[in-house]
């Protein structure tokens, strides 16, 4: 584990989960300058090598989690977030992030519709979702979004920590 992109990220990503939770925000001032410290310590740390990995990182974050967002499935805070994360990461070690982010998304979500008592009706929207692709076409659902009034959401940050955090022990 390499402790000098270790620590960036999980005070990135704690930060993010605390303010996630608190204010369904993830703030600009966290997320961009620790994408540009990203960058900088790869380009200083590796050269244009390094420099590129992180791009390349940044860009495999932005374009999964940004899929999701244009889908009306995921805060743009969510997806900065995941950029900065691979940005410090790289892409191979946030593959690995952006599976274990995934099944904590689906632990904390099934878990705060359980405790809400909207199971059912989180897992008929979710079936939905899926397999309304066909009949409704690639973009958003017509009414379950995050921009919808009275959507029921989860804050996203803890998981995208979970999975970087994960990730770390994963790839030693």
């Not at 805070?77 to 995941?82: E, M, N, Y």
Request: hydrophobic fraction near 50%; charged fraction near 10%.
């Amino acid at each position: 584990m390499h402790f000098a992109v270790f620590w960036p990220t999980v005070v990135t990503v704690l930060i993010a989960s605390i303010t996630d939770v608190g204010s369904r925000r993830i703030p600009n001032w966290l997320v961009g300058p620790s994408f540009l410290a990203a960058l900088v310590a790869a380009a200083v740390t590796h050269g244009g090598v390094g420099l590129g990995r992180s791009v390349e990182g940044a860009l495999l974050g932005g374009s999964i989690l940004g899929v999701l967002y244009l889908l009306g499935g995921m805060g743009m805070g969510d997806v900065k977030l995941c950029m900065a994360v691979g940005a410090w990461i790289g892409p191979s070690q946030l593959v690995m992030a952006l599976v274990m982010m995934g099944l904590a998304g689906g632990v904390i979500a099934l878990g705060c519709a359980a405790a809400g008592g909207f199971l059912r009706e989180s897992l008929e929207g979710a079936g939905d979702v899926v397999f309304g692709c066909a009949r409704r076409g690639r973009g958003p659902h017509e009414r379950l979004t995050v921009e919808t009034p009275g959507a029921r959401s989860i804050p996203y940050a803890p998981a995208i920590a979970v999975g970087a955090i994960f990730s770390f022990w994963a790839q030693s």
